[in-house]
Nanobody, 117 residues
């Protein structure tokens, strides 16, 4: 069992930056590919970025060059640095721990990011 707690969401103007954090507890952090996904009302949850224990990163095309995912394996924390934010980045952002099968796939409760002037 993995418990994930997100923080760092809020209201930011277009062009601004935010850093999301996700603290993980309850299981061996190294077992999991960590990621961030986002969801807006009425739409499916989409993967934004993922990072392996060794630091290999993947990004959705819509955020490449603007968002950076990182992880602190000592402190069991994953981050999402979001720069040059756009109104279309507005969503609830969820932290995910993926252990490779459905029984080892965990989600946080989400944190709301609103990009608006």
């Amino acid at each position: 069992q993995v418990r994930l707690v997100e923080s760092g969401g809020g209201l930011v103007q277009p062009g601004g930056s935010l850093r999301l954090s996700c603290a993980a507890s309850g299981s061996t952090f190294s077992r999991y590919v960590m990621g961030w996904s986002r969801q807006t009302p009425g739409k499916q949850r989409d993967v934004v970025a993922r990072i392996t224990y060794g630091g290999s990163e993947t990004y959705a095309d819509s955020v490449k060059g603007r968002f950076t995912i990182s992880r602190d394996n000592f402190n069991n924390t994953v981050y999402l640095q979001m720069n040059s934010l756009k109104p279309e980045d507005t969503a609830v952002y969820y932290c995910n721990a993926d252990g490779g099968n459905s029984a080892m796939n965990y989600w946080g409760k989400g944190t709301l990011v609103t990009v608006s002037s």
